[in-house]
């Protein structure tokens, strides 16, 4: 039985930075930002989205109501989730009127979370044919002002339909996946910034690709020339670059260019978004494959997910027949177009925002967001989330 994914979702926030813009603020060569990261614009979240919004608004439009009543497992990869204890699944289960047998979870690996979800998803599905899961990696990437990392911020969310007889990609069963206890990045329950080792955090990043990719070659009995793309995490979109340039000699003149080719139509939306941490991984592959018209069924995709920390791993998937009439190139086209830019000084005075942590209550006003899902306020230490179209508050 083919397992995997049957639909792909995507939001980001209706505000972005230009980079070149933050450059010249923070008096950087604006090609430092654009090629030497790799980055154009970077995804600024109003007070009125977090991981659970975001992730409900990418799976909003996605989900007809066979799909509902099928999904019985929601798996909600984040590293920036919204309570320690209850998970952001359950919000998102009820404010996408989910079939109430369900489970619903949190997955916590960094970057990894999303990945864990798949092939959690994918083991579900072995042994119940007839579910669905819905699996969403959701996150708002937070550095600090005028730090390194600023230039690799940005937030969104991918939602992941998964299922029997799948109808964009098959995910093969031969995986290979690593941990080792690194501190390249991390983020202590204190903090609402991520602190990072940058310069470890991208040669554990290259180190980990390379000791998966050559098991797997092994164990899949697979070499370069067996792939049409590689997708890789992107928390810019040169990280991947420079992984890909560590195996693309294994490969004939043709591959080398394909592979190419096709890496930098898979960075299109992360180059335009920033880093989505959980949702990265998949966001290149929906920019890759809502970019190109020369994919075709049976075409073997490589995934390279990474979680600083660390987990690593690689798995593949085999795009399924027709693939390109279950994606929403128009929705998520639309979604680009509708965005607005904000000056440096709006993007810094939205970066100091922040919500009360006294226990203090707050109305946020929503009728700006023209997002479907908003976060409405908080009352009595509980987050009021709304969904505009069902129109309830949770
Ligand atoms: N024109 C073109 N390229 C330029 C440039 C210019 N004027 N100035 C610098 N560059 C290039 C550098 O050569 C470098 O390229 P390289 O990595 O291929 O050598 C790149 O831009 C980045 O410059 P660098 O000096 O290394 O940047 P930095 O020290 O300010 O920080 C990160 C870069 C990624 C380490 C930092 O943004 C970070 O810590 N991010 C968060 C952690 C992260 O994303 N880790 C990734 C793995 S999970």
Redesign the pocket.
Same mark, same amino acid.
């Given at each position: 039985m083919k397992i995997g994914i049957d639909k792909i979702g995507f939001y980001a926030p209706h505000l972005y930075l230009d980079m070149t813009r933050l450059a010249e603020n923070r008096n950087?060569? $604006?090609?430092?930002f654009t090629?030497?990261?790799g980055q154009e614009k970077m995804a600024v979240p109003p007070m009125t989205q977090d991981a659970v919004t975001l992730a409900a608004n990418a799976a909003v439009d996605m989900l007809n109501d066979v799909d509902k009543e099928a999904i019985d497992f929601v798996i909600f990869g984040t590293e920036t989730g919204v309570d320690s204890s209850k998970s952001a699944a359950v919000y998102v289960h009820e404010l996408l009127g989910l079939n109430p047998y369900a489970r619903a979870i949190e997955v916590k690996q960094?970057?990894y979370g999303a990945t864990a979800g798949i092939q959690m998803a994918k083991a579900h599905i072995a042994m119940n044919p007839g579910s669905k899961v819905l699996v969403l990696g959701s996150d708002i990437a937070r550095?600090g002002l005028s730090? $390194?990392?600023?230039?690799?911020q940005g937030a969104g969310a991918v939602a992941l339909l998964i299922s029997a007889e799948p109808h964009i990609l098959a995910v093969e069963d031969e995986s290979v996946y690593f941990t080792a206890d690194i501190m390249?990045?991390w983020r202590p329950v204190y903090s609402d910034k991520?602190f990072?080792?940058?310069?470890l955090?991208?040669e554990?990043?290259i180190a980990f690709f390379s000791r998966v990719w050559e098991q797997y070659k092994t164990k899949a009995d697979l070499e370069l020339n067996d792939f049409a793309a590689v997708c890789y995490?992107l928390?810019?979109t040169?990280?991947g670059y420079?992984a890909l340039k560590t195996v693309l000699d294994e490969g004939n003149e043709e591959v080398q260019e394909r592979l190419l080719t096709n890496y930098k139509l898979s960075t299109v939306y992360n180059r335009n978004v920033g880093?989505i941490y959980t949702g990265s991984l998949y966001l290149s592959l929906l920019s890759l494959l809502e970019q190109t018209n020369e994919l075709t069924a049976g075409d073997r995709i490589g995934m390279f997910s990474?979680g600083?920390g660390a987990v690593g791993e690689f798995f593949t998937g085999i795009l399924q027949p027709d693939y390109q009439d279950y994606l929403s190139i128009e929705r998520h086209n639309a979604l680009f177009a509708s965005r607005s830019e904000v000056t440096v000084s709006e993007y810094e005075a939205m970066f100091d925002d922040a919500l009360p942590t006294d226990g203090s209550a707050v109305e946020l006003e929503i009728d700006s967001d023209p997002a479907r899902v908003c976060l409405a306020g908080i009352a009595d230490n509980k987050r009021q989330y709304v969904n505009k179209e069902k129109n309830t508050t949770l």
């Open positions: 950087i060569d $604006p090609d430092k090629i030497g990261i960094a970057c550095y730090t $390194p990392g600023e230039a690799t390249d990045f991520a990072a080792d940058g310069k955090s991208n554990q990043y995490h928390p810019y040169k990280m420079k880093n990474y600083s």
